[in-house]
């Protein structure tokens, strides 16, 4: 009995099926030397197709493949048998063992984790101790606590994390109600000024257009007058005797050749002074994605202007004296200008000036003439679109559309330029409350520069990249 014991103890590890803990049936070996049974490794990786992982070292595989395992098959068998020659003879024991003695139960079987008799343990060959037993299991029960303590404590930990996190989350969702709730209301008064800004600039330009009609009706009226007058007074001289005819045609030739072309004003509506901005909800998107550090090139910075150290803002700087103790002679504010390092001809680019409280300033982009590339690049400047206070008023000036008039509502310190090349867009926001100002729609050829013009005043206009 100890010998079949000794044989079950070594052989019997090997012939179980790590999946389902039953004897190995059709056994096949993969290739990190694991054994399972056939039905049991095709079912673990029955849904898998390109890595299929060993279910005991996890080592990773390309394909599906077994190899099968005769010999291990045939040492499963031999378990089988010693097995059951083994539990025969013990179950024959247990049928008798109180029948043939009546001695108490004061030994224990490891194999099957029973009670047994000293007589049918020494039949059988077993020779541990209820005491010595129980002991022993007792430091198992004592290991197991202790495991399940550990186990306990990692979850209850892993429930003060989740309780945690979901309250970091409801907080989360109830700061980003609120900041939703700000910014639609934010939304609502950009729409009420936007609205209130665009029909005042519609009722402005409907007037400006009434004062050109009423301007050419009157040419017309006057135009007309003078034709019919002249018509009138040729019709009469014609006919009159040859000498009153030769009396007055030089003056009528003279008042034929002095006579003024028509005079009117071309009537055009401006559309671009009210088309509907970008959504000012949508600022917030535009200067995460699309802002820029923008930085100043002194090359193209007039000589009065003093661009700092690290090309981030610009100063005008008084000329001293000549010679003869008087001032210099006095430069012309229009080319107190500097461009910006970075050129744009595609995409989308947002940027911000702070211009505080300057009485004077101009902000926006420019484009340069192929020749402009000398010791004066300002000299030449081919096209400018800027938003700028001149003289306390705020005006959006372009070559096509002129200077049009902007009534704002507060001064803004910062400007938000937002350039849209590709779409020929060009917007001006007041980068403290995100209100827009003015949008120019026009089509954009040639690569774009950021443009600064400062006025006489010793106050820096800086350039940054905004906050989101």
């Known amino acids: 009995m100890e010998e079949v014991s000794a044989v079950l103890a070594k052989i019997q590890p090997k012939c179980f099926c790590p999946v389902c803990l039953d004897y190995l049936k059709d056994p096949v070996t993969i290739d990190c030397g694991h054994n399972f049974c056939d039905s049991c490794i095709r079912m673990s990786w029955k849904d898998l197709q390109d890595t299929f992982p060993c279910p005991v070292c996890q080592l990773v595989r390309q394909e599906m493949r077994v190899s099968a395992n005769a010999q291990l098959g045939r040492l499963v068998g031999l378990a089988k048998r010693l097995y059951s020659s083994r539990s025969s003879k013990m179950a024959w024991g247990k049928e008798h063992r109180h029948e043939d003695h009546r001695q108490g139960m004061s030994l224990f079987c490891e194999d099957d984790q029973e009670l047994l008799c000293p007589l049918f343990a020494r039949c059988l060959d077993l020779q541990s101790s209820v005491e010595e037993s129980a002991s022993y299991h007792r430091q198992r029960l004592n290991r197991y606590i202790k495991s399940l303590k550990k186990r306990l404590a990692k979850v209850q930990k892993l429930k003060v994390t989740h309780d945690r996190k979901i309250l970091q989350l409801i907080e989360e969702a109830r700061m980003l109600k609120s900041q939703l709730a700000s910014e639609f209301e934010l939304l609502t008064q950009c729409v009420e000024h936007e609205q209130e800004a665009a029909l005042g600039r519609l009722a402005e330009e409907e007037k400006r257009l009434q004062q050109q009609l009423r301007a050419n009706l009157e040419a017309y009226s006057d135009h007309i007058w003078a034709l019919k007058d002249l018509r009138r007074e040729v019709a009469e001289r014609s006919v009159m005797s040859e000498e009153m005819v030769l009396r007055g045609v030089r003056g009528l030739q003279q008042r034929w050749a002095g006579l003024q072309p028509l005079a009117v004003q071309p009537l055009h509506f401006r559309p671009a002074a009210y088309s509907l901005p970008p959504l000012c909800s949508a600022l917030s998107s535009i200067i995460r994605r699309f802002r820029e550090s923008i930085s100043l090139d002194p090359h193209t910075a007039h000589p009065s ?45 947002y940027w911000e000036v702070q211009v505080g409280a300057k009485p004077e300033w101009a902000v926006g982009v420019c484009s340069m003439a192929p020749s402009a590339q000398a010791s004066r690049p300002l000299a030449a400047p081919k096209r400018c679109w800027t938003l700028q206070l001149q003289d306390g008023d705020y005006l959006a000036v372009s070559m096509s559309a002129g200077a049009v008039p902007l009534a704002l509502r507060d001064q803004p310190a910062a400007i938000g330029i937002y350039l849209d090349w590709d779409l020929g867009q060009l917007s001006f926001y007041n980068a403290t409350d995100r209100s827009h100002l003015h949008l120019f729609n026009e089509p954009f050829a040639q690569e774009l520069k950021p443009y600064f013009r400062v006025g006489r005043d010793c106050a820096p206009l800086s350039v940054g990249a905004g906050r989101a």
């Not at 690290?310 to 080319?335: C, F, I, M, Q, Y």
């Open 305 to 349: 202007l003093r661009v700092s150290k690290d090309k981030k803002s610009v100063t005008w700087v008084r000329k001293n004296l000549n010679r003869s103790g008087n001032p210099g002679p006095l430069e012309d504010a229009a080319e107190l200008v500097v461009l910006g390092r970075e050129g744009f001809a595609s995409g989308r680019h």
